[in-house]
Each structure stands twice: as structure tokens, then as C-alpha cells.
């Protein structure tokens, strides 16, 4: 009697182990298909992020175009004006603070020259 009951246990055994390992191979796929969808989500974010850095250097340029122009009053536009005016002054700004910035390396300069 024994005999058939560790018979019917390992036979018991065997059908779980098949059972799991169908399992594990179905979630093994599903994970793999999961993770192709995320190398392709990846691949699309590196592809979306590089046209959008194309599309702010085209958006750059058109400003600086647009900036030149009204520099050279080819182009009349009260709000592109008032915001050429806002580049204008923070061009002065960036030059003060280049200037500034100039002097005092050639303080620190000087300063080690001394040492």
C-alpha cells in the first residue's frame, strides 16, 4: 500500500512541476515581450528628445534671424520689438558682468604673480 501512495504522490508531484514550469515559461515570454516594449520606448524617447533639440536649434535660429532683422528695421512688430528690447538689455548685462568678470581674473592674476 505504501508503494501506491508514494506512487500517487510523485505522480501528484510531477503534474505540479509541469504545471509551474508551463507557468514560469509563459511568464518568462511575457516578461521578455514586456521588456522588447520597453526597449522600444526607449528608442522612441531617444529619437522624440533628439527631434526636439533639432526643432529648439531651428527655433534659435529663426529668433536670431528675427532679432537681425529688426536690428536692421527689415521687420516691424511691436511685440517682436519690446522682446529684441529685453535681448538688447540683457546683451548690456551679460557684457557688464563679462567685463566684471574680466577684471577680476586679472586681479587674481596679478594677486598670484605676487605670491
Known sequence: MEEKETQKF???AEKQLRGLSARA???G???Q???LYGVKISKL??????????KAKLLQEIGNETFKLV????????KISKVC????RINREIKKKKAISSSLKKKI???IKKL
Open 45 to 54: 524617447k531617444v529619437e522624440e528628445m533628439g527631434l526636439e533639440s533639432k
Open 25 to 27: 515559461v509563459k511568464i
Open 33 to 35: 515581450q514586456e521588456a
Open 29 to 31: 515570454k511575457g516578461l
Open 85 to 88: 528690447a529685453q535681448v538688447d
Open 71 to 78: 536690428k536692421a528695421n527689415k521687420l516691424k512688430n511691436s
Open 109 to 111: 592674476s596679478e594677486g
Open 10 to 12: 510523485w505522480e501528484k
